[in-house]
């Protein structure tokens, strides 16, 4: 089972939105996830309901919340521990809440990979440090897998001054070239929890305006496996480093 955390120091910058892309992908090539929300929002779960009132939610994809300041992280340890025994699962999602916390420090050293979204705006560039020193902590400590900042907008508006600063603050951290599309598709994503299956859905009955939807789906669920791929990539060589 493959252990993948999205972190930042704030909220908005993703996460989730990230999260749910790999678990379009993962589930439309078959495979299967444990979605971790360990987020108050609990997004995971809300794209779940939403998607299961429009029977495109999968069972091959399960749900469940941690209350990060309630639970120690030996009780995300055990569930993350089960849940490998089970076999049940390919991947283990985890969505932590946007702060500093203790319990996300110590959730991250499960991580075989970290995505830390980051959207090129001035007010994310405070977060983005500090963020990257908790992982650069981890890694001199040997207590980390990958780890990668994940640009979530295709074209980057920054200001020469602001784009210095981003520079200085990754510093050499390593980013992720795939870039999910920035369209009003990422609404669809989050509305709609599990691509591959609204695709199904929609194509079956599909007319006129909605044809143009299942095109833009379409090419949503492609920027999704994209990403999967990447994330495959990292992983492999991650493998091969060690
Ligand atoms: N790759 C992206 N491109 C464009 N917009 C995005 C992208 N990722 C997230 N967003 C948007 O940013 C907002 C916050 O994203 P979300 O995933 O909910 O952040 P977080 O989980 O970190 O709080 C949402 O409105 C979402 O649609
Ligand atoms: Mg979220």
Known sequence: MIVIAAYSHKGGTGKSTALMALASAIEARGQSALLVDCDPQRNFNMYRLQAEEIGCWSDRMEVRYLDFEATGVAHLESDLMAAEDSGRFDYALLNLAGVDHPF???????????????????????????????????????????????????????????????????????????????????????????????????????????????????????????????????????????
């Open 104 to 242: 996300n420090r110590m959730a991250l050293r499960y991580a075989e990979l970290t995505l830390l979204p980051f959207k090129p705006a001035a007010t994310e560039l405070a977060e983005l440090g500090p963020a990257l020193e908790v992982i650069r902590g981890l890694e001199r400590e040997g207590e980390i897998g990958a780890a990668r900042v994940l640009f979530t907008l295709m074209r980057p508006k920054l200001t020469s001054a602001a784009s210095a600063y981003r520079d200085a603050a990754l510093d050499g951290f390593p980013v992720m070239e795939t870039r999910l599309r920035d369209t009003a598709i990422f609404a669809d994503i989050v509305m709609r929890g599990l691509l591959g299956r609204t695709l199904a859905v929609m194509e079956a009955q599909a007319s006129g305006l909605e044809k143009m939807q299942v095109k833009r789906l379409g090419e949503a669920l492609d920027d999704c496996r994209a990403l999967l791929a990447e994330v495959d990539s990292i992983l492999l060589n991650a493998r091969l480093a060690t």
